[in-house]
């Protein structure tokens, strides 16, 4: 972003990438789909002592069709597994994933005939905040990372939807 | 607790089916025959055992037993406040029981989910289909020698690609 002085009025000018982008970081909607212990964890985040709403994160969707970023916190099983790949293919461009979590990303304990070993073998995931849970800073931290992956997105990507 | 006098009427009028009558820790244990569960269950219900309190199996692979499999129910009188477990032993062969959701309907489900888990089948239950598992899964995942990784049940999906972002960083 540049600003030209010399002209009557004060105007800024931009990219129209950049400040969609800019739009886009700041108010991501995040589709939660918390199965276990780490969807509580969650909540907190979005409660007033860490307040997922500074980062403009708050508006909570359930809708996948409303949503950009799905939040996937808690161990996915293999009866879980075709809901989660529908939601996500539900969910408009552009759109961004978090792996929240030991189970969400590896399977954590739960190294059982059910349960999925990291959801990213069938869905991309773009973030994986490891704990277990994770404590709210970290989920932060995570989102604050999908921010800057926002940031650097460019429309030239978009047209390349099959 | 004394169910002394209900375990010799049980064992005067079912002699061949009551393999043990056990008491430990103020708990009676029931040991029996399964094919005669049914009629066993509708003695103890009309003797005032009207709740079913649990419903579960036990796999005796590891463990030894008569059979393979053990089907345990959990009675309770609310009326006298007593309870009696009944153990019924199933074959390997032929895991097959009398359904017992005609005496007490949770155990709709409860069966079902030892269905699921066991493989055991309950004759003229009303909707035995499995109840946790995905219906096309193949196995019953509480047996012992089912693998716990299990048989790669959780690497069958498709996998979804990224739709627009392919070159990003």
Redesign the interface.
Known sequence: MGLIKDTKSNILTTTVEAAVNWGRKNSLWPMPFGTACCGIELMAVLASRSDIARFGAEAIRFSPRQSDLLLVAGRIT??M??VL?RI??QMP??KWVISMGACASSGGVF???????GVD????VDVYVPGCPPRPEGLIDGLIKIQK?VE??TFS??S??? | MDLSDLTTRLQEKFPDTVLEVSEENDEVTLQLKGSSILEILSFLKADGFNFLADLTAVDNLTLGGNERFTVVYHLLSHERVERIVVKAYVSEEKPLLPSVESLWKTADWQEREVYDLFGIEFESHPNLIRIMNPDEFNGYPLRKDFPRQGRGERKDFPIVERMTRGDRE
């Open positions: 293999i009866k597994m075709p790949q996500y293919e461009e552009p190294d059982t005939y059910s349960v999925i070993q073998q069938f869905i991309p992956l650097k997105d990507n978009y390349k939807r099959k």
